[in-house]
């Protein structure tokens, strides 16, 4: 098939050279002159494992282009994915600018029939708002065309995206055409032959399930921090309670891993969009409010913890940072907890030396050059001179230490784990001082 995407952003990317690689030929289309450069020079703008070597393996075999040319990329394809941002609004609504500002491309350009398909993650209703914005652009022409829009939504993990779109557990259509699953079923067959996990089902259905996919997801990671938070004041160690209820089929153990919060693209947009969407309804929807207090609390829990191990005197120290990330095999920073740490730190006059595999680039373009700000080349380049080390992420970089070794680089032995990579008794034998995440010796417990 020719396909069109537009938007050449992480899920515009991983789905155009998933697509390609399979046989299809894909013309992604993006407004950004620079990043279409670069992606024709071979150059990836975002880390993701396996993204370089497969775009570049079919750009070499012609199955994939980029360009900034959109009457080009309309006339293209038949399917035309949509697949840019939508941001938070300062309400916590989707912003769909950039989506309905693609569907007045198309209108604007296309002259034979078209399947507009919404791969961006999109609030309930948004694809008749993308019908009627093509419509109204056929009229401006007088032309009578005949176009679909279907719901496509994403469930991609950012670090595991080629292998979440190439054996995903389901595929979702949101449409009532005929002729949209013929073509929906052509364009994922090579990933459907195993066995069938397309699910057709009606648009507005497939444009909730993707927010709450995602919303129940961040539930899990909430409700396992508030446990955690529990488990502190009484004595008691979440892991040790993540292992006895995670072990119920019921429940299972993806997702129940406590920690400093989540962050990322994904989770925290779309928890904040579904609430909107409730709100507008007249629903409270008081869960998934819940979920995000319970979140934006838990980003502040390292820094309480610094504050805890050095009497809230973090003026003049330097904190060693391993793991900007939101979480492993990925750059991105959005959303990420080290970020709240980090300006915490700042504001109470301490020096941060961080390292992280991938995220430094996005580090310095965040905050650009800083005197009390260290990039670290090397993982214990950090520790040197350092008064604590606060494990942000947890890429497997960081889960073997020689706590000895970090004993004696560090200036005050002080260990902030907050993804409780370690055991307690381990660390605090080497005479750390451990501060992990709801493991029941940080504070004295409530209940004696």
């Not at 996005?362 to 520790?383: F, P, T």
Request: proline share 4%; with cysteine; charged share 30%.
């Amino acid at each position: 098939m020719k396909i069109t995407i537009f938007g050449s952003g992480y899920v515009g990317l991983v789905t155009g050279a998933c697509l390609a690689d399979v046989g299809h030929r894909v013309m992604c289309v993006d407004v950004d002159e620079a990043k279409v450069a670069r992606l024709n020079a071979g150059e990836v703008p975002i880390y993701e494992p396996g993204l370089e070597q497969l775009i570049a393996k079919n750009k070499a075999a012609g199955r994939i282009e980029f360009t900034t040319n959109a009457a080009k990329a309309v006339d293209f394809g038949l399917l035309q994915f949509i697949a840019v941002g939508t941001p938070s609004d300062e309400d916590g609504s989707a912003d769909l600018k950039y989506v309905l500002k693609v569907a007045e491309t198309i209108g604007q350009h296309m002259h034979d029939d078209k399947i507009v398909v919404d791969k961006s993650t999109v609030p309930v209703g948004t694809a008749s708002k993308v019908e009627r914005t093509v419509a109204a652009e056929l009229e401006k022409r007088g032309l009578n065309l005949e176009f679909d829009v279907c719901s496509n939504p994403e469930f991609l993990k950012e670090g595991a995206a080629i292998e979440d779109f190439s054996r995903g557990s389901r595929i979702v259509v949101g449409t009532d055409s005929e002729r949209v699953k013929k073509a929906m079923l052509e364009c994922y067959g090579p990933y459907n032959r195993q066995r069938d996990k397309m699910m057709f089902m009606g648009v507005r259905s497939a444009e909730l399930t993707k927010y709450a996919a995602n919303a129940m997801l961040a539930t899990k990671i909430s409700f396992i921090n508030e446990v955690a938070n529990l488990a502190e004041r009484l004595g008691a160690d979440v892991e040790e309670v993540r292992h006895g209820i995670g072990s119920d089929p019921r429940i299972g153990y993806s997702f129940i891993y406590p920690g400093c919060g989540y962050g990322g693209s994904c989770f925290p947009k779309d928890v904040k969009a579904l609430a909107h969407t409730a709100e507008e309804i007249g629903h409270p929807a008081e869960m998934i409010k819940a979920v995000e207090r319970v979140n934006a609390r838990q980003k502040n829990k390292l820094f309480e913890k610094l504050c805890q191990a050095f009497d809230g005197q973090l003026a003049g120290k330097t904190i060693a940072i391993w793991g900007l990330a939101f979480k492993p095999n990925t750059d991105d920073m959005r959303e990420a907890p080290s970020r709240t740490l980090i300006e915490a730190l700042w504001e109470a006059g301490a020096r941060v030396q961080a390292y992280d595999p991938e995220a430094s680039d996005e580090c310095r373009r965040i905050y650009g050059e800083r005197d009390d700000l260290v990039l670290a080349e090397q993982r214990d380049d950090a520790l040197e001179g350092a008064h604590a080390l606060v494990i942000c992420t947890e890429w497997k970089a960081f889960r073997t230490i020689d706590f000895p070794e970090l004993y004696e680089k560090l200036e005050e032995p002080v260990l902030v784990d907050g993804r409780n990579l370690f055991q307690p008794d381990t660390v605090k034998a080497a005479g750390l001082a451990y501060y992990g995440i709801g493991r029941g010796d940080s504070v004295r417990p409530v209940l004696a």
